[in-house]
Nanobody, 116 residues
Framework: QVHLVESGGGLVQPGGSLRLSCAAS??????????MGWYRQAPGKQRELVAH???????NYTDSVKGRFTISRDNAKKMVYLQMNSLKSEDTAVYSC????????WGKGTLVTVSS
């Protein structure tokens, strides 16, 4: 069983920054082989992909966060990060990470609230 635990969410003012972390543990012996993604779900909306990083380190982002968010990974620590800058109220959502390598695993998410 693979466990993903997100952290780093909270309340931030518009224009502020947050760094989300996703820690992998359990039966995930080759973390570097997993593609990792950050997803978010805002109230009343469908879950959407925010950022993705392949096992080889290639990244892609949804258009609304390009230039503001950066996804990165530390395979030795089995961690994935999402640096979020210039946050907007529309970034308010529960952010979850997903690990994929044949099987798919999800974390429970961390709430990000952008409000003044």
């Amino acid at each position: 069983q693979v466990h993903l635990v997100e952290s780093g969410g909270g309340l931030v003012q518009p224009g502020g920054s947050l760094r989300l972390s996703c820690a992998a543990s359990g039966s995930i012996f080759f973390f570097s082989a997993y593609a990792m993604g950050w997803y978010r779900q805002a109230p009343g909306k469908q879950r959407e992909l925010v950022a993705h990083i392949t096992s080889g380190g290639r990244t892609n982002y949804t258009d609304s966060v390009k230039g503001r968010f950066t996804i990165s990974r530390d395979n030795a620590k089995k961690m994935v990060y999402l640096q979020m800058n210039s946050l907007k109220s529309e970034d308010t959502a529960v952010y979850s990470c997903r690990a994929t390598a044949g099987m798919v695993y999800w974390g429970k998410g961390t709430l990000v609230t952008v409000s003044s």
